[in-house]
């Protein structure tokens, strides 16, 4: 593990340490979390000889013993920011690929509809197509001839009987014809003639 205690150096402050009650925000007084954030940096980055002097150091065993546990707290607290700054940056990075991600699922999804589609069209053409050879393969049997089959003139596709073919232009080539739109009836007058 690389070194992550910084040698910075930053002053107490003591007029807000002074307005902190420990044992107010033990008790959950409100906003006391917000002011312990505020003077964490200052505590975990001071210099204890500098805020207390060399004698801390020199006068007595008690105080050697008192300083390790502030410096050693001082550690501690370095150690959660430093963590503290790499969750940061891991959440940062998580949402970056959770946007990323989400867009690949719409992009996924709108492909999926696609494909979707282009098979359930693919599935009714082959209905269609089995039908026609249903037809076929009956006519075959019956001995029926396939100049009975009737072609639509407006595009490729061949019906059974002049019943079929007069649905298909009604529903699909309404439009189409030129003049005005006809009846099934008018329709059936047209191609018998």
């Known amino acids: 593990m690389s070194n992550i205690f910084s040698r910075r150096c930053e002053k107490l402050d003591w007029r807000k340490i002074s307005e902190i ?10 906003g006391g979390i917000q002011r312990i954030e ?23 065993g008690l105080n050697l013993r008192l300083f390790r546990i502030c410096r050693i707290a001082q ?34 999804r709108v492909k999926n509809n696609e494909k979707s589609l282009k098979a359930q069209s693919l ?22 001839d396939f100049k009975d089959f009737q072609k639509c003139f407006l595009c490729s596709k061949t019906f059974m009987n002049q019943s079929y073919l007069v649905a298909h232009i009604h529903r ?4 189409e014809i030129p003049g005005k739109s006809f009846t099934k009836a ?8």
Not at 124 to 139: D, V
Not at 172 to 175: A, D, L, Q, T, V
């Open 21 to 30: 009650d420990p044992f107010q925000i033990v008790i959950g007084e409100k």
């Open 38 to 60: 505020e003077i964490l940096s200052s505590i975990a980055f001071c210099s204890l000889e500098d805020e207390f002097g060399e004698e801390l150091l020199s006068s007595s």
């Open 75 to 108: 550690l501690v607290i370095q150690y959660l920011l430093h963590n503290q700054d790499l969750n940061n940056i891991k959440l940062e990075m998580m949402k970056t690929s959770e946007k990323q991600l989400r867009d690949e699922v719409r992009q996924l």
């Open 123 to 144: 599935k009714e053409e082959l209905n269609t197509r089995k039908e026609i050879i249903e037809a076929q393969q009956h006519c075959l049997f019956t001995n029926s």
């Open 172 to 175: 699909r080539h309404k439009n």
């Open 186 to 193: 008018e329709l059936k007058l047209i191609l018998e003639s």
